[in-house]
């Protein structure tokens, strides 16, 4: 193992959407978290990010209740689940296609394809 991801703390609030407009503004998830990928010897930082989701926006009224605390629920297990994609793709995954070089082999049968 040559590197490592060290999580900061997963942080969730439910923010008011644009206040200013409505007489009682629809709540909506926000979840982040911060992110370090580490060299694993020494620990040098070879990368940081914070990683975001925004969830849909429901009233107020719509967040109260046994459904309220489904649609919770299912909204912190979509922001997990976003928030790993996330990290995995920044950290994990090529951002952009890498040039593939063959050896000069005369006699193999992948030459000239």
Do not use: I
């Not at 991801?5 to 206040?19: A, D, H, I, N, T």
């Not at 299912?74 to 995995?88: D, F, H, I, N, T």
């Amino acid at each position: 193992m040559d590197t490592l991801v060290k999580l900061g703390e997963f942080r969730v609030s439910l923010l008011q959407c644009v206040p200013h407009t409505y007489t009682m503004p629809p709540l909506t998830l926000y979840a982040w978290v911060d992110a370090n990928l580490l060299r694993a010897a020494g620990c040098s930082v070879l990368r940081s990010a914070r990683f975001e989701y925004w969830g849909d926006a429901v009233s107020l009224v719509d967040c109260g209740g046994a459904a309220g605390g489904e649609r919770l629920a299912l909204g912190l297990a979509r922001a997990q689940r976003s928030l790993a994609e996330q990290l995995s793709q920044s950290f994990f995954l090529a951002q952009a296609p890498t040039a593939m070089t063959w050896p000069h082999c005369v006699n193999q049968s992948w030459k000239g394809k």
